[in-house]
Nanobody
């Protein structure tokens, strides 16, 4: 499966961005999906994930209440609405998939990765 993330850009502190991740193929509805990010010099970290049923969505503490993950199975697309952005949100954001994935997903659990989209928040 191929994942293509888009929607990144440069935004001021307090601004908003909406990331999209389009998946190829017809199996999107069977994938647990997630957004991860990696800042320069840091390890890739979890931002938000949703299980394959779409029943349980998790967020890192750093983005809880500001970011919202959603999925549109009919369009094979994952979204991340990011509000109240902060400079510390600056990173390359990646979408990832795990077939039949559950709720407890970490970076090492994901099987397919997109190339990432840059998000830069200026202070």
């Amino acid at each position: 499966v191929q994942l293509q993330a888009s929607g990144g850009g440069l935004v001021q502190t307090g601004g908003s961005l909406r990331l999209s991740c389009a998946a190829s193929g017809r199996m999107f509805s069977t994938y647990a999906m997630g957004w991860f990010r990696q800042a320069p010099g840091q390890e890739r970290e979890l931002v938000s994930t949703v299980d394959w049923r779409g029943e349980t969505t998790r967020y890192s503490d750093s983005v809880k209440g500001r970011f919202t993950l959603s999925r549109d199975n009919a369009k094979s697309t994952l979204f991340l609405q990011m509000n109240s952005l902060k400079p510390e949100d600056t990173a390359v954001y990646y979408c990832a998939a795990k077939p039949w994935g559950g709720t407890s997903l970490q970076v090492q659990d994901m099987v397919y990765w997109g190339k990432g989209t840059q998000v830069t928040v200026s202070s």
